[in-house]
């Protein structure tokens, strides 16, 4: 495989290998960061030394459909001993979609030192590497977050609406199946809730997995996602695009791929996603 | 409810959360395979549960004695919580009979789980549920 460097990415930086991170499991000036669709799996053995952050527990606002706020925010990042120098390393399940939805969370607030671990959870098993059960404790830090930049990261329902009427481009991340409204959900999972199958009218459909190898979840070569989402499907770098899903976690992984792989420089993410506009009053879907 | 599930839903209940974290990974690590003699791959499609984000099957026998038994195979290698459920009702079930099972109660699921973990998450585990009970529930049909 080829070195991240030779890729042809238009951020490199925002990966590391798992060569990388089992060479710095004792490095201070990160912490290892597992984000899991399964809140239990972390409790069964992780990379030595990281930390859990659950997107329902701790990233998801208890009340709200929203984030936690700037407050718990620090909380969360003084809990688990990260600084604001401390380049955050995300890792987890299912090619990386909750450590992708974490690393998006973690912009909100600023955190720009943040990386993902190409190939995730699955790749560092399949090479064989330790796995431990001990839970690490850190020393509590200092920790001051920027004031919540939802603006410049998240689309809201109004922002949608607006971004049809003037017939930019919106990517549905979701399968093709739930893109056809032939399924309200993904195939073999729940539905969570969405009254009506199809898709946001005018939106074109890139599932997310297109961007992956399927053998160990790392991210396709820059050659490869530029067939892919530019020569295939007409984007273009400078695009005002928003992706969504279903609850914006695999939409997070492709905001990843556009945003820092191939350097779209205005892309959001739609968070409320199919299960908001799949059930509002007044709004339409295309099937 | 059965008398050995109820008391393991019990136990779950009296926990703190870390103490039922702990619970629930030994639970998934004494999870069990079906077996060969049981069903061979590629199992079929009828026998999965429908929903679960783990890729559950379930497959129902009944003993010579008439109470059922209860095989399980999870494709996710990381579906903890799908292993944990299915080795608590492999454990808990034993020893069922049919009219137990047909009153499984799927709030189970919350009362083992929480109410912490997603919705997703939730109804694909209330699926493993509510499949061993079609499946009885189908079985006992077929034997009249």
Redesign the interface.
Known sequence: MKKIKERGYFNPDVLVTTDWVDENLDNKEIRIVESNEDPLLYSKGHIPGAVQIDWTNDLNHQVVRDYIGRDEFEKLMIKNGITNNTIVIFYGDKSNWWASYAFWVFQLFGHTKAKLMDGGRLKWEKEGRKLTRDIPHYPETQYKAKPRNDADFRAFREDVVAHIKHGLPLIDVRSPEEFSGQRLHMPDYPNEGALRGGHIPGAINIPWAKAINPEDGTFKDADQLKELYITENNLNENDELVAYCRIGERSSHSWFVLKYLLGFNNIKNYDGSWTEWGNSVGLPIQK | MIGKLDKIVSFFESMDNQEK??Y??DY?DRFKEVPDSIASKPYPKEK?V??????VYVWTVINPDGTPKFYFHIEN?????AM?LCSILDEGLEGATIDDILNLDTEIVYRIFGH??????N??LI?IIQMIIRQVKQLTLDSY
Not at chain 2, 77 to 81: I, K, L, W
Not at chain 2, 116 to 121: A, D, E, P, Q
């Open positions: 974290i702990n629930l990974i998934s999965k429908e929903y679960c984000e783990s890729g290698p990381h579906g903890v919580s944990a912490n973990l997603s919705m997703g998450k109804l694909g699926g």
